[in-house]
């Protein structure tokens, strides 16, 4: 699977339809808290991705470093909407 056109269209869909919770935090299209509560620590990208559709951002890897970040909500935290995973491609 190619993430990198898949995290370009996600960008653009979330920029045209990009929804908005109660507390004006914006999520990406398909996102829920119920499918965020199911990604479990060893779950590969392509499980997250199954569960959580197109992140509409998408960090790292960055020089020096294999772990990644992809992003569902904005502005994100650590206990929402945010799924890192290690070098093996694994959710952390």
């Known amino acids: 699977m190619e993430y990198g056109k898949y995290m370009l269209l996600g960008a653009l ?3 045209i339809c990009g929804c908005k919770g109660k507390d004006n935090t914006m999520y990406a299209p398909g996102f829920s808290e119920e499918a965020m509560r199911q990604v ?3 779950m590969t990208t392509g499980q997250v991705w ?3 559709g197109n992140p509409f951002i998408c960090w790292g890897p960055i020089q020096g470093y ?3 970040v992809w992003e569902y909500s904005f502005p994100a935290t650590s206990t929402h909407g945010t799924v890192d995973f290690d ?5 952390s």
Do not use: C, D, V
Request: hydrophobic share 40%.
């Open 66 to 68: 294999e772990e990644f």
């Open 87 to 91: 070098g093996k491609k694994r959710a």
């Open 50 to 52: 199954e569960l959580l």
């Open 40 to 42: 479990s620590h060893g």
């Open 13 to 15: 869909a979330f920029l």
